[in-house]
T-cell receptor, first 110, second 117 residues
């Protein structure tokens, strides 16, 4: 059975800190790994990773995939209170369905 | 990014009634849409895969006669919760798969909060 595990489940930091969120997976016929940010409503898309070792970057957020270790990290530098959200990792395997992790709840305090 | 809408954004209904939720891809065609359910403080759980012009594929444990899915066009899928009960109260989210321009990305709708009294 496909599985996605995120850590930590919850994280509280101060503005300006850098955070690293982890996602590990077990999936048959890996196709892609995706990161989403969920605030009050539905998730919004952040990154899709398919190739190992290639960093994707968007402003203060970046992510990289390690297919050998079956994992990915999401980095957020110089965190702001607006970064407070649940960050979801999802993996798409051979079934073309997304399997989600439980998410990491990030709280950034001023 | 691509836009997916859901309607209604929230609904309150009485036990025993049926509720229809619409999911639309606004600026791309989606042959495949997905319906998820999310309980408080829990992750998204896939309910079913909706394919345009064919029957939906349901995940194990999801009653297909209770959660009716129709994907009649390339931009619209509907989820009907039949004979709703309080335990069906949840946050229902759809996503649409965008394969245009060589991409393969799922975009989520804003979700529908269903409360069954």
């Amino acid at each position: 059975e496909d599985k996605v595990v995120q850590s930590p489940l919850s994280l509280v930091v101060h503005e300006g800190d850098t955070v690293t969120l982890n996602c590990s997976y077990e999936v048959t016929n890996f196709r892609s790994l995706l990161w989403y940010k969920q605030e009050k409503k539905a998730p919004t898309f952040l990154f899709m990773l398919t190739s190992s070792g290639i960093e994707k970057k968007s402003g203060r957020l970046s992510s990289i995939l390690d297919k050998k270790e079956l994992s990915s990290i999401l980095n957020i530098t110089a965190t702001q209170t607006g970064d407070s959200a649940i960050y979801l990792c999802a993996v798409e395997g051979g079934s073309e369905k997304l399997v989600f992790g439980k998410g990491t709840k990030l709280t950034v305090n001023p | 990014g691509a836009v997916v809408s859901q309607h209604p954004s929230w609904v309150i209904c009485k036990s025993g009634t049926s509720v229809k939720i619409e999911c639309r891809s606004l600026d791309f065609q989606a042959t495949t849409m997905f319906w998820y359910r999310q309980f408080p403080k829990q992750s998204l759980m896939l309910m079913a895969t909706s394919n345009e012009g064919s029957k939906a594929t349901y995940e194990q444990g999801v009653e297909k006669d209770k959660f009716l899915i129709n994907h009649a066009s390339l931009t619209l899928s509907t989820l009907t919760v039949t004979s709703a009960h309080p335990e069906d109260s949840s946050f229902y989210i759809c996503s649409a798969r965008d394969l245009s321009g060589g991409t393969d990305t799922q975009y989520f709708g804003p979700g529908t909060r269903l409360t069954v009294l």
